[in-house]
């Protein structure tokens, strides 16, 4: 059950790629009044629309959460899972569960990065690939397809294994979690997605759009960690006065 998890985070992890790739391409194209997409959709809404999602998508900070999001996927419940079956296996002081607990989940979370490691790498060569594919349809432009697939890599190797620790309790989790809210925030403050010298409607959009996402996922991750602190006060301490079992 273990493996078909993985196997199918990994293979969802492909699929995303490859939508989130193509999709990627088309917004360009349908965004840029020198394609024959594009062209007669310049000055619409549809054409101004195209070009909010070009920014959004087509951004360091968007392709690096694919691949955070794929590991998180791809991780998911395996230290949880681990921890719980350990839990309820001590002998004699009930405190000994949750210590073999953790054990466990430490071992089952290393198969989780692992995993998440994985799936971030697919996501981001099957992205590239499928942005590359369609731009030879709506550019009728060159490739550079094997260049990102190979640093898809490193890249996301690091990100996917990001996501799957995302999903740990405590500060590790926190941080993690926060990986793609600060990278956004980042981006936007040093490289904003300000294509033309004048600030036009869809840049205000699109910067808008990438502050409140990244407010909203800071403000997720540390409810999260602050909820996941207030239960471990509220469970430790009797678990760790219990009385040995008959």
């Known amino acids: 059950m273990k493996i078909a998890t993985g196997r199918a985070g990994v293979a969802v992890a492909a699929a995303s790629g490859a939508v989130f790739g193509a999709a990627t391409s088309l917004a360009n194209a349908l965004s840029s009044p020198y394609s024959r997409l594009g062209a007669p959709l310049t000055g619409t809404v549809p054409g101004r629309t195209a070009k909010v999602l070009s920014l959004l998508l087509d951004a360091g900070w968007s392709w690096a959460a694919l691949a955070v999001l794929a590991g998180a996927g791809a991780g ?79 890249f996301g190797s690091v990100l996917g294994a ?30 904003p997605p300000r294509p033309h010298l004048t600030v036009t409607a869809f840049i205000v959009v699109a910067e808008t759009v990438v502050w409140a996402g990244a407010a909203l996922g800071t403000a997720l991750a540390v409810r999260r960690f602050l909820l996941q602190r207030r239960t471990s006060r509220t469970t430790t301490p009797a678990d760790a006065t219990a009385l040995p079992t008959p």
């Not at 230290?79 to 079956?85: E, F, M, N, P, Y």
């Not at 995302?166 to 981006?187: D, F, I, K, N, S």
């Open 162 to 191: 990001i996501g799957a620790a995302a999903r740990r309790p405590g500060a590790v989790g926190l941080l993690a979690a926060l990986t793609v809210p600060a990278g956004a925030a980042a981006q936007m403050l040093l490289i």
């Open 76 to 154: 998911a419940g395996l230290g949880v899972a681990g921890s719980v079956r350990g839990a309820g296996t001590g002998t004699g002081l009930r405190a000994a569960g949750p210590a073999r607990g953790a054990v466990a989940g430490a071992g089952l979370g290393i198969v989780g990065l692992v995993r998440g490691a994985a799936a971030g790498v697919v996501s981001l060569a099957v992205a590239s690939t499928a942005y590359y594919a369609m731009d030879t349809v709506v550019f009728d432009g060159g490739t550079d397809t094997l260049l990102w697939v190979m640093v898809s890599v490193p």
